[in-house]
């Protein structure tokens, strides 16, 4: 539950970086720039930055309170699937390679794209078969009776 | 407390990161959906959905990218996520869950090289990640994420390739101890972090222009080896917890260098996760992080091997033994170790347990947070041997109940039951929370031989006790015994 309070505020503040919500008018982009030239642009910058930094901290928090939840038996799939999705990191690859004005960092950008393709095939295939193992007591046939001490 | 944290926000436009609302919000979607992958986790009834919105977020991820992206040659992206794929695909499929330890490795080490390959790319063309001032250079806020990902991208993946080597066997388990390894590592700590400042300050710095990058990043490849060598086979999980919480700060530091929520989220989320585990690993070993990462431990452990002597006596027995005595009791708590897992052990040791419970016997199983050679690793193996994981218990819950059973079946599981964890305070294991195997009316204790102690180079009270009979064999092949004597 604090961990969705704390992302409402995270989106929020994407949301806001995204130019979605809560402007002032007086202060528009052009006019400033014009008035201001290169230090709006690295106030700009040190905004954008704590905006970014706001997500992170939250979701570090977010991360925190997930994670404690994780039932230790499922420990070892909790690290298969964090590897998995670390591998979002594919999302620079593939700008990276999708860009061809330099080729040597297009050629980086696709090796990077394979290396991050094999963890997140990988991994989500690799936890999706541990999960499939976790199966609960069969039952007797009668579920009617209920079962002593649990 | 949301509106607090969001600073004035007036100028953003003027940045050099224009961004569709939408595609935030796409990127910011796939974040909560791996929010609610690792949420699912906390049952393994909702763990399968889980993972499903973990591969939709990745999808959503994924092709918001190449979408919102003007892509130069789509086919060789593709080609290269097929690639990519097949190959994990087919690893994932292949691989033995014994083996899961070393493969969690190796992935680590991919999402370490990735990092590090896509901070190249970005140093060598910024204008693609939108990250080049007006000046022609890179941004100076810019510079310094690019080269924390970078570095720690390298240290993860260089760190990782030593633990798969050691988890994997291709290495020798044991600790390597270089000569002031202190000072070298903190020297080259403090390197990367000094070649960071000047990095972004210096005033070169424009696409590939700086050596100082290349410098640091190759510093960050040698702390990674040299940060891991020197740590033994047994503080294994803490190390593949920690790599792990590193892959994450990885993304999370290219996140901020693009700006990407998705990669933000997700790095944060797998950083805590990794942490959190280590956090967990440490203290199931009563050992501060600072230590285990000094390295070192299990090294000092006196003769190795089989040349340990033994002159105080202890009761051997046989598999028809051990199934003599279980059929006669009521309860039995299995305890398995590492050692399960390299005899393969798991599936015989099932079917010993359905047998017994054919006896009327009840059976339970018990498991130490570090038994393995990752968080959960035991969990995992009887799950494939189809142990129900209703009969599976941590360390807390069932401490309690050996002072109940008749039987603590060990197998492969020294250390974790070490009584000289709580009363020798000489022991270098002292303090750590154990089994209370002891505490059983019999302890059958299954061990390869009575020489080699544990990885702590503890020598266990356990085996010499009135009520403890030594089953010396390979921890299959003792089980499979029992398994024929129980008919």
Redesign the interface.
Known sequence: MI?A????????????????I???PS?G?AR??ALLG?T??Q??????????????????F???Y?????????????????????????????????????P???W???????????????????????????????RPVKPAAPEAG? | MSAAVIPDMGIVETTVHAVNPWVALAYLVAGICFIFALRGLSNPESSRKGNRFGMAGMAIAVVTTLVTHEIAGIVEILIAIAIGGTIGLVTARRIAMTAMPQLVAAFHSLVGLAAVLVGVAAFLNPEAFGILGGDGNILAVSRIEMALGAAIGAITFSGSVIAFLKLNGSMSGAPILLPARHVINLAVLGGIIVLTALFAMSGAGGPGESPLFWILVALAFAIGFLLIIPIGGADMPVVVSMLNSYSGWAAAAMGFTLHNTAMIVTGALVGSSGAILSYIMCKAMNRSFISVIAGGFGAVAGPEGGAVKIDRPWKAGSAEDAAFLMKQAESVIIVPGYGMAVAQAQHALREMADKLKEHGVSVKYAIHPVAGRMPGHMNVLLAEANVPYDEVFELEDINSEFAQADIAFVIGANDVTNPAAKTDKTSPIYGMPVLDVDKAKTVLFLKRSMGGAGYAGVENELFFRDNTMMLLADAKKMVDGIVKALD
């Open positions: 961990g309070a704390f992302f409402v505020g995270a989106a929020l503040a994407s949301l806001d970086r995204a130019g979605g809560c402007h002032r202060q982009p400033a720039t290169r709006i642009k106030r700009g910058a040190v905004v954008d930055f704590i905006s970014i930094l706001s997500i992170f901290v939250l979701a570090c977010v991360g925190y997930v994670v404690w939840s994780v039932t230790p038996a499922l420990h070892t799939p909790l690290m298969a699937v964090t590897n998995a999705i670390s591998s979002v990191i594919i999302v620079g690859a593939l700008i990276a390679s999708a860009a061809a004005a330099v040597g960092a297009k980086l950008g696709l090796a990077a794209v394979v290396l991050a393709s094999i963890n997140i095939f990988g991994g989500f295939a690799v936890t999706e078969r541990m999960l499939a193992m976790y199966k609960k007591k069969e649990k």
